[in-house]
């Protein structure tokens, strides 16, 4: 592993000369490796399967860099998919062999990151892929709602609360699809409807213990000072709290 994230390093320090945001992603992967570990040992994985989690961890966000330098974007829809980006860059003079000798996980790997943007996995993924593939959208999400605490991300709203799509998305457990987002106030629902995606019993469990959601919503609650939109997140937060109880049983 320590070979692989030396060349991950490798990799991205061509990248550092476009900027902070660079930096802030290449966190982001270290952590969401840590991440991909953790739940990878809550499921009982052999020592050869959490290696396997933790390389799609270090590679799931590969074609961020390329994007940021090409783009000057993290946002797919005014850019390129990052996640197919990144698989073409993997699959690029098989540089994929970089990070892991052996090719039988490879379809594997490629489609864990193809897969782990994308508003659902599709039904027909063998149980395998399927299961690497949840958790690395588990670990990604969880890192991303760090962001948002951090400040790291930070969203203006612009609307005095959420547009009528978006809160019933919510209120009825749905991850919000983000053509449904009409302004900067709705951009904010989606890190809220991230829950809704959320897969293995770990994840909830430090969602919980970290307090990620109610820290969330306490930061925006008061962030335009409107009553309609602060009952909103009141009602979003009990919905939320109670997804993950039942979750956690």
């Given at each position: 592993?320590?070979?692989?994230?030396?060349?991950?390093?490798?990799?991205?320090?061509?990248?550092i000369?476009?900027?902070?945001?660079?930096?802030?992603?290449?966190?982001?992967?270290?952590?969401v490796?840590?991440?991909?570990?953790?739940?990878?040992?809550?499921?009982?994985?052999?020592?050869?399967?959490?290696?396997?989690?933790?390389?799609?961890?270090?590679?799931?966000?590969?074609?961020?860099?390329?994007?940021?330098?090409?783009?000057?974007?993290f946002?797919?829809?005014?850019?390129?998919?990052?996640?197919?980006?990144?698989?073409?860059?993997?699959?690029?003079?098989?540089?994929?062999?970089?990070?892991?000798?052996?090719?039988?996980?490879?379809?594997?790997?490629?489609?864990?990151?193809?897969?782990?943007?994308?508003?659902?996995?599709?039904?027909?993924?063998?149980?395998?892929?399927?299961?690497?593939?949840?958790?690395?959208?588990d670990?990604?999400?969880?890192?991303?709602?760090?962001?948002?605490?951090?400040?790291?991300?930070?969203?203006?709203?612009?609307?005095?609360?959420?547009?009528?799509?978006?809160?019933?998305?919510?209120?009825?457990?749905?991850?919000?699809?983000?053509?449904?987002?009409?302004?900067?106030?709705?951009?904010?629902?989606?890190?809220?409807?991230?829950?809704?995606?959320?897969?293995?019993?770990?994840?909830?469990?430090?969602?919980?213990?970290?307090?990620?959601?109610?820290?969330?919503?306490?930061?925006?609650?008061?962030?335009l000072?409107?009553?309609?939109?602060?009952?909103?997140?009141?009602?979003?937060?009990?919905?939320?709290?109670?997804?993950?109880?039942?979750?956690?049983c």
């Amino acid at each position: 592993m320590n070979k692989a994230i030396e060349e991950f390093k490798k990799y991205t320090s061509a990248y550092i000369e476009y900027g902070t945001m660079i930096t802030l992603k290449i966190n982001h992967t270290l952590r969401v490796v840590e991440l991909c570990e953790k739940i990878a040992k809550s499921l009982n994985m052999s020592d050869e399967e959490i290696y396997i989690a933790k390389i799609i961890g270090l590679l799931h966000d590969i074609g961020r860099f390329e994007q940021w330098k090409v783009y000057g974007t993290f946002k797919d829809i005014d850019s390129t998919d990052h996640a197919d980006l990144g698989v073409k860059i993997l699959k690029k003079d098989n540089y994929l062999r970089k990070y892991i000798e052996d090719d039988k996980y490879d379809k594997l790997i490629l489609d864990s990151i193809m897969y782990h943007n994308k508003f659902f996995i599709p039904n027909n993924l063998d149980e395998k892929t399927n299961i690497f593939s949840k958790l690395i959208r588990d670990a990604d999400k969880i890192d991303i709602l760090y962001l948002y605490i951090d400040r790291e991300i930070d969203l203006e709203l612009d609307e005095k609360c959420f547009s009528k799509e978006v809160y019933e998305a919510l209120l009825n457990k749905k991850d919000i699809d983000r053509k449904n987002i009409k302004n900067k106030t709705d951009r904010f629902s989606v890190s809220l409807g991230f829950i809704f995606d959320i897969n293995y019993k770990y994840s909830f469990k430090y969602l919980k213990e970290n307090k990620y959601f109610d820290t969330i919503i306490d930061i925006y609650k008061n962030k335009l000072n409107s009553e309609e939109f602060n009952k909103q997140l009141e009602e979003i937060r009990k919905v939320i709290n109670n997804y993950i109880e039942v979750n956690l049983c």
